[in-house]
């Protein structure tokens, strides 16, 4: 079945990068666009940006840009999010969703990322 | 872009519909088919519900239907039952590799 397994829960010191990646499975990696969505501890849904896996071209939420960068292996199937410059309004879980008709069919679990001195 | 504008709570007794309303403008919600709704639980990851406005995934109750009118999109809950009280969000095309959320609604069974 399809599925996206993400890494581990991430500490981060301010001004840090983190690497938090979404490896694909269960489809044809190439066939869908995948975003990336944060969600701040109470906080809603937000969009951070969307990645092509076939040529791998990207666009980000204007918010993130400077800040961001999604990248993409085909040959593991794994869509990456760098996110630098961290301060503490990023602490977050991050997710990984796979596009599906403009829609986000499947989702990875989530990566909680905490930004603290 | 700005966060689509959901209310931050709605309520209904078991067996009532409720509705939540998504309003955006001509440039995303408005200008485009391609609404898509979400239910998420505490701790869960989001679950699709509804996309290009009023398509159901397979497996999800015909309970859940969507619509759209001008720059709203509107997701109605039909015969609510008590694993139904989650947060609901929307989430809109907003032009080439762009997308938004709405803020999201509160939704409590009574």
């Known amino acids: 079945q399809e599925q996206l397994v993400q890494s581990g829960a991430e500490v981060k010191k301010p001004g840090a990068s983190v690497k938090v990646s979404c490896k694909a499975s269960?489809?044809?990696?190439?066939?869908?666009?995948m975003h990336w969505v944060r969600q701040a501890p109470g906080q809603g849904l937000e969009w951070m940006g969307i990645?092509?896996?076939?040529?791998?071209?990207?666009n980000y939420a204007q918010k993130f840009q400077g800040r961001v960068t999604m990248t993409r292996d085909t040959s593991t199937s794994t869509v990456d999010m760098e996110l630098s410059s961290l301060r503490s309004e990023d602490t977050a879980v991050y997710y990984c969703?796979?596009?599906?008709?403009?829609?986000?069919?499947?989702w990875g679990q989530g990566t909680t990322v905490t930004v603290s001195s | 872009q700005s966060a689509l504008t959901q209310p931050r709570s709605v309520s209904g007794s078991p067996g009532q519909s409720v509705t939540i309303s998504c309003t955006g403008t001509?440039?995303?919600?408005?200008?485009?088919?391609?609404v898509s709704w979400y239910q998420q639980h505490p701790g869960k990851a989001p679950k699709l519900m509804i996309y290009?406005?009023?398509k159901r995934p397979s497996g999800v109750p015909d309970r859940f239907s969507g619509s759209k009118s001008g720059n709203t999109a509107s997701l109605t809950i039909s015969g609510l039952q008590a694993e139904d009280e989650a947060d609901y969000y929307c989430?809109?095309?907003?032009?080439?590799?762009?997308?938004?959320f709405g803020g999201g609604t509160k939704l409590t069974v009574l």
């Open positions: 269960g489809y044809i990696f190439t066939s869908y666009y």
């Open positions: 989430f809109s095309y907003a032009g080439t590799y762009t997308r938004v």
């Open positions: 290009d406005v009023s």
């Open positions: 001509s440039s995303d919600v408005g200008g485009y088919n391609y």
């Open positions: 969703a796979r596009d599906y008709m403009y829609g986000l069919d499947v």
């Open positions: 990645i092509n896996p076939s040529g791998g071209s990207t």
